[in-house]
């Protein structure tokens, strides 16, 4: 399920898997395709948000409700999007590449414009809790790896990694849109 902000200005605080509270505050420009529209990969991300009555959203090891539960996702938690597989998704829930499915009902999917890969000359992309280089590191990126960006500026984007959101300097990505 998706839904779409057009160019509201968006402040929600977000519980990470990890228990950490992030204030997310960006004018999002959202006129784009989705997963219903596009087909969603590892190569080509989206993002979206746990949208659940109870306090968290269980993901699964298949894309069924008897499945072994890998992990929980807080209510409100900002989730990177890889693929639709029936009425789950399939999802990275974490920095550290592990992906599980989640019932997709429970999922409000963001319209994004577009996405970056991660092309530098070594092996990760630091992604930053603010746009400064200087800033607290929040997860690192594979070079190669592909990320839904959440808001562009000129130097610093704002992208979602896993579970994870933060900046990440976009001259050592590539940009990329949704067809």
């Known amino acids: ?38 087909e969603l990969s590892v190569t080509k991300p989206g993002a979206g948000y746990v949208a659940t009555t109870s306090s968290s959203l269980r993901v699964r090891a298949e894309a069924n409700t008897s499945s072994t539960v890998l992990a929980a996702l807080p209510s409100g938690s900002m989730i990177m999007i890889v693929e639709r597989c029936g009425d789950f998704y399939k999802v990275q829930y974490d920095i550290y590449g592990h992906y599980g499915y989640v019932a997709d009902q429970y999922i409000r999917e963001y319209d994004l414009e577009c996405y970056r890969v991660v092309k530098t000359s070594g092996s990760t992309l630091n992604v930053r809790a603010d746009r400064d280089s200087t800033s607290t590191k929040v997860a690192t990126i594979p070079n190669g790896r592909a990320v839904p960006v959440l808001n562009r500026s000129t130097t610093w984007d704002y992208i979602l990694y896993g579970n994870v959101s933060g900046y990440v300097l976009n001259q050592y990505t590539e940009l990329e849109y949704y067809e």
């Open 1 to 38: 399920m998706k839904i779409s902000r057009g160019k509201e200005i968006i402040k929600k605080f977000i519980a990470t898997a990890m228990g950490v509270v992030v204030l997310l505050t960006s004018n999002l420009a959202v006129s784009a395709l989705t997963s219903d529209q596009v």
